[in-house]
C-alpha cells in the first residue's frame, strides 16, 4: 500500500505565487530604476520630471483654486534652480562656433539660441519675483510674456531645423536605392529628428497657449504639457544596458 501523501498546495501559497507572478522581475526593476536614477542625475531630468508633475497638477486644477493648483505652482518653482545658467548654456554654441551657411539658416540658429536664452533669462526674473526680490508685478508679468515669446521663437526656428534636417533624409533615403544598410544607417539619424520635430511643434503650440493667443481651457493646456513633458522625459531617458554575453548565449 502506497503511503504517499499528495500534499495540495495552500490558499496562500497559491495566492503568493500569483502575486509573484504578477510583479516585475528583479532585474527588469533594477535596470529601470538605475536609469531612472540616470535621469535624474542631471538638472535637465530633474527640470523636465517636474514639468511633468506641473502639467499634470495643471490638467487636475483645470485653474481652480485648491491643492492641485498650490501644487501647480509649487512644482513650477522647483523647476527654477536646475535652469540656473541654461541661458548661457544656448548661447555658447553660436559663440564658439559662429553659424555657416544661407542667410537662411544662420539667421534661424542665431533665432533658436537667442529665442531659448531669452526663455530662461526672463523666466529667472520671473522666478526672483515669486520669491520677493522683485516686487514690481508689472515687470513679472512682462518677463513672464518674455520668456513665453522667447520660448515660441527658439522652438520654431528649432522646428525649421528639424524639418530641413528631415529633408536631408528623405533625399538620402532616395539616394541609398536598395542599399539596406545604408537606409538602417539613415532611419536611426531620422528617428530623433521625428522626436524634435514633434517637441517642438508642441513648444510652440504650449508657448501660445501660455500667452493666451490660442483660446484653450487651462485642463487642456495641462494636458498640452504633459504629453510634451513625457517626450522630454522619454527622449532624454538614459537607454537600457547591453545584454551581457551571458544572455547573448542563451
Same mark, same amino acid.
Given at each position: 500500500?502506497?503511503? @504517499?501523501?499528495? $500534499?495540495? /498546495?495552500?490558499?496562500?501559497?497559491?495566492?503568493?505565487?500569483?502575486?509573484? &507572478?504578477?510583479? /516585475?522581475?528583479?532585474?527588469?526593476?533594477?535596470?529601470?530604476?538605475?536609469?531612472?536614477?540616470?535621469?535624474?542625475?542631471?538638472?535637465?531630468?530633474?527640470?523636465? @520630471?517636474?514639468?511633468?508633475?506641473?502639467?499634470?497638477?495643471?490638467?487636475?486644477?483645470?485653474?481652480?483654486?485648491?491643492?492641485?493648483?498650490?501644487?501647480?505652482?509649487?512644482?513650477?518653482?522647483?523647476?527654477? /534652480?536646475?535652469?540656473?545658467?541654461?541661458?548661457?548654456?544656448?548661447?555658447?554654441? %553660436?559663440?564658439?562656433?559662429? =553659424?555657416?551657411?544661407?542667410?537662411?539658416?544662420?539667421?534661424?540658429?542665431?533665432?533658436?539660441?537667442?529665442?531659448?536664452?531669452?526663455?530662461?533669462?526672463? &523666466? $529667472?526674473? %520671473?522666478?526672483?519675483?515669486?520669491?520677493?526680490?522683485? @516686487?514690481?508685478?508689472?515687470?513679472?508679468?512682462? #518677463?513672464?510674456?518674455?520668456?513665453?515669446?522667447?520660448?515660441?521663437?527658439?522652438? %520654431?526656428?528649432?522646428?525649421?531645423?528639424?524639418?530641413?534636417?528631415?529633408?536631408? #533624409? +528623405?533625399?538620402?533615403?532616395?539616394?541609398?536605392?536598395?542599399?539596406?544598410?545604408?537606409?538602417?544607417?539613415?532611419?536611426?539619424?531620422?528617428? =530623433? +529628428?521625428? @522626436?524634435?520635430?514633434?517637441?517642438?511643434?508642441?513648444?510652440?503650440? !504650449?508657448?501660445?497657449?501660455?500667452?493666451?493667443?490660442?483660446?484653450?481651457?487651462?485642463?487642456? +493646456?495641462?494636458?498640452?504639457?504633459? %504629453?510634451?513633458?513625457? !517626450?522630454?522625459?522619454?527622449?532624454?531617458? =538614459?537607454?537600457?544596458? =547591453?545584454?551581457?554575453?551571458? &544572455?547573448?548565449?542563451?
Amino acid at each position: 500500500m502506497d503511503n @504517499t501523501t499528495n $500534499h495540495q /498546495p495552500s490558499s496562500s501559497s497559491l495566492l503568493l505565487s500569483s502575486l509573484k &507572478d504578477l510583479l /516585475p522581475e528583479k532585474n527588469s526593476v533594477i535596470i529601470f530604476s538605475n536609469r531612472m536614477k540616470g535621469l535624474l542625475a542631471k538638472s535637465d531630468g530633474k527640470d523636465k @520630471t517636474l514639468a511633468l508633475l506641473q502639467y499634470l497638477a495643471m490638467f487636475t486644477s483645470n485653474g481652480t483654486p485648491g491643492n492641485a493648483l498650490n501644487l501647480q505652482k509649487s512644482f513650477g518653482s522647483a523647476r527654477k /534652480p536646475f535652469r540656473i545658467f541654461k541661458e548661457v548654456e544656448f548661447l555658447l554654441p %553660436v559663440i564658439e562656433n559662429p =553659424p555657416v551657411g544661407n542667410q537662411a539658416k544662420v539667421l534661424v540658429a542665431y533665432s533658436k539660441a537667442i529665442g531659448m536664452s531669452a526663455y530662461m533669462a526672463f &523666466d $529667472h526674473i %520671473v522666478f526672483l519675483g515669486a520669491t520677493g526680490l522683485v @516686487t514690481n508685478k508689472q515687470i513679472t508679468e512682462l #518677463c513672464q510674456k518674455l520668456s513665453y515669446y522667447g520660448w515660441f521663437v527658439g522652438s %520654431v526656428a528649432g522646428l525649421y531645423q528639424s524639418a530641413n534636417e528631415l529633408g536631408k #533624409c +528623405v533625399r538620402d533615403v532616395a539616394e541609398a536605392d536598395d542599399d539596406e544598410d545604408r537606409k538602417q544607417e539613415i532611419a536611426k539619424v531620422a528617428k =530623433p +529628428v521625428f @522626436t524634435a520635430i514633434t517637441t517642438n511643434t508642441l513648444q510652440a503650440l !504650449l508657448a501660445l497657449a501660455l500667452l493666451e493667443k490660442i483660446p484653450m481651457k487651462k485642463r487642456n +493646456v495641462g494636458a498640452l504639457g504633459v %504629453v510634451l513633458s513625457m !517626450l522630454n522625459v522619454y527622449s532624454m531617458f =538614459p537607454p537600457p544596458p =547591453p545584454p551581457d554575453a551571458k &544572455d547573448k548565449g542563451e
